[in-house]
């Protein structure tokens, strides 16, 4: 079974400093996807940034950039110049290939300090 | 409306009662999803709905039943619930469910608290 752990349950940083969120999975496929999903404070999750596994670049949107180690099975997030909107809970998720369904990591709560 | 909504916010109800989940999406999808998000643990994947047809059912108890009357509309109907259901029900939608690529978008989940 796919498995995704993020071992840091909270994390903080100070506005405009850089902060990396690690992320680490499990799977035996070739191919799949990874993400990050955001959860601000009472508001709904969105999608922060995707990796398809067989691409070998980097991911960046932004900010937001990943450290994808495909043999390490290691996904981490970057968030560059962090703003006090960035606070949320981040979540680090898998999907195979084809079916869109999503094996989630436990999260980790970043607070963005003035 | 826009987005993913999805009603009630929050609902308190005791372990003898029936209750429903709404969830409605405004974005012409064709799949959607209902996740639970319990305190301290991950999110887990409940049911996938494609086209109005379910395609995964996650070990569900049988006292949560979904409905998906149509593409836009998906029920999470309660009955009979444990205290250990207390929890935040995410409702998401994805353009199709065949494509892992596509995004998925959520609802602003329902805080259920069973007493």
């Known amino acids: 079974a796919q498995t995704v752990t993020q071992s840091q349950p909270e994390m903080s940083v100070q506005e405009a400093e850089t902060v990396t969120l690690s992320c680490t999975y499990d799977?035996?496929?070739?191919?799949?996807?990874l993400f990050w999903y955001k959860q601000p404070p009472s508001r709904q999750m969105i999608l922060v940034i995707r990796?398809?596994?067989?691409?070998?670049q980097n991911a960046t949107e932004n900010r937001f950039s990943v450290n994808f180690q495909k043999a390490a099975k290691s996904f981490s997030l970057k968030i560059s110049d962090s703003q006090l909107g960035d606070t949320a809970m981040y979540f680090c998720?898998?999907?195979?290939?084809?079916?869109?369904?999503?094996?989630f990591g436990a999260g980790t709560i970043l607070r963005v300090k003035s | 409306e826009t987005g993913v909504t999805q009603t009630p916010r929050h609902l308190v109800m005791g372990m003898t009662n029936k209750k429903s989940l709404k969830c409605e999406q405004h974005?012409?999808?064709?799949?959607m999803y209902w996740y639970k998000q319990s305190a301290k643990k991950p999110l887990e994947l409940m049911f996938v709905?494609?086209?109005?047809?379910?395609?995964e059912n996650n070990s569900v108890p049988s006292r949560f039943s979904p409905e998906c009357p149509n593409s836009s509309h998906l029920f999470l109907h309660l009955h009979t619930l444990q205290p250990e259901d207390s929890a935040l029900y995410l409702c998401?939608?994805?353009?199709?469910?065949?494509?892992?690529?596509?995004?998925?978008?959520f609802g602003p989940g329902t805080r259920l608290t069973v007493l």
């Open positions: 998401a939608s994805s353009q199709d469910y065949q494509h892992s690529y596509n995004e998925q978008f």
């Open positions: 799977t035996s496929e070739n191919n799949y996807y």
């Open positions: 998720a898998f999907s195979w290939e084809y079916g869109n369904k999503l094996v």
């Open positions: 974005l012409g999808h064709n799949a």
């Open positions: 709905y494609s086209l109005e047809e379910r395609v």
């Open positions: 990796q398809e596994a067989y691409k070998q």
